[in-house]
Nanobody, 119 residues
């Protein structure tokens, strides 16, 4: 099992910045992917950004150039720096941790943190 502790959500004005953090503990595989997903009211959950244990990143087109994902492997922590926030970024942001094994992968989810972009 992997436990995830998220922090950093809140209310910010359009154009502002927030930084989300997610720390993983427990049975962490050497090869893994950490990431953030979000779900706005009435919409499906969507990928925001992911980063592998090797440092490969992937971003949704809607956040490219504004959000930066990074990680500290020693702390098993992933960060999401969100700049130039827009009202449409308002959503519950949830951390995902994927252990990648030889035969299977295992997904774990955080509780979610609310990000509200509003004036």
């Amino acid at each position: 099992q992997v436990q995830l502790v998220e922090s950093g959500g809140g209310l910010v004005q359009p154009g502002g910045s927030l930084r989300l953090s997610c720390a993983a503990s427990g049975s962490v595989f050497r090869v893994n992917v950490m990431g953030w997903y979000r779900q706005a009211p009435g919409k499906q959950r969507e990928l925001v950004a992911t980063i592998s244990s090797g440092g490969m990143t992937n971003y949704a087109d809607s956040v490219k150039g504004r959000f930066t994902i990074s990680r500290d492997n020693a702390k098993n922590t992933v960060y999401l720096q969100m700049n130039s926030l827009k009202p449409e970024d308002t959503a519950v942001y949830t951390c995902n941790f994927r252990n990648i094994g030889t035969l299977a992968s295992y997904d774990y989810w955080g509780q979610g943190t609310q990000v509200t972009v509003s004036s």
